[in-house]
């Protein structure tokens, strides 16, 4: 295989003018909360399942372990992705270690749960906080007492001014 030398260095040009002009990948969004679909192939029973960051849940005889979430801005491709650690515990026997590693919401086949009973993929990732108010920072609300103003154009008679 040979290298096309003009290819390569305007491979290297673009990086350093994306670098030097301040282009920048959004950072992801870390999420509170995995969301996981769950599924036991012998009873067909499909699950949703909320992991919160740091926290263990149970399904079936899988413990499953939330590290990390993180999601892409609205800006980008949509994405969600998670760091799961997945353990069996069966009665009278070690637990077993299942899976740990990144799950991809995009592409659960890329690293994906190998279990003859069960299946396990990245839904999505969500946030415990509220969504910020879309007010201005700098907008004070309106007393009790003063009417709320209004972004109408039109006079009490209904005419426009």
Same mark, same amino acid.
């Given at each position: ?79 969600? %992705? ?24 995009? %592409? ?18 969500? %946030? ?24 109408? %154009? ?8």
């Amino acid at each position: 295989m040979k290298l096309n030398p003009t290819g390569v260095v305007a491979a290297g040009i673009g990086f350093i003018l994306a670098g030097a002009l301040g282009i920048n990948m959004a950072a992801d969004i870390p999420g509170d909360n995995v969301v996981l679909r769950a599924m036991d192939k012998i009873t067909a029973r499909v699950s949703t399942i909320t992991v919160p960051v740091g926290g263990t849940v149970s399904f079936g005889s899988l413990k499953i372990t939330a590290k990390a979430c993180d999601k892409h801005p609205p800006e980008e491709t949509p994405e969600a %992705s998670a760091f799961l650690d997945v353990v069996e515990e069966k009665p009278g026997e070690a637990p077993q270690p299942r899976f740990d590693g990144w799950m991809f919401a995009s %592409s659960p086949a890329l690293s994906a749960l190998e279990h003859p009973v069960y299946d396990l993929w990245v839904l999505d990732c969500t %946030s415990d906080q509220p969504p910020e108010a879309a007010q201005p920072a700098d907008a004070e609300p309106a007393s009790e007492g003063t009417p709320a103003p209004t972004n109408s %154009s039109s006079t009490e008679s209904g005419t426009s001014q």
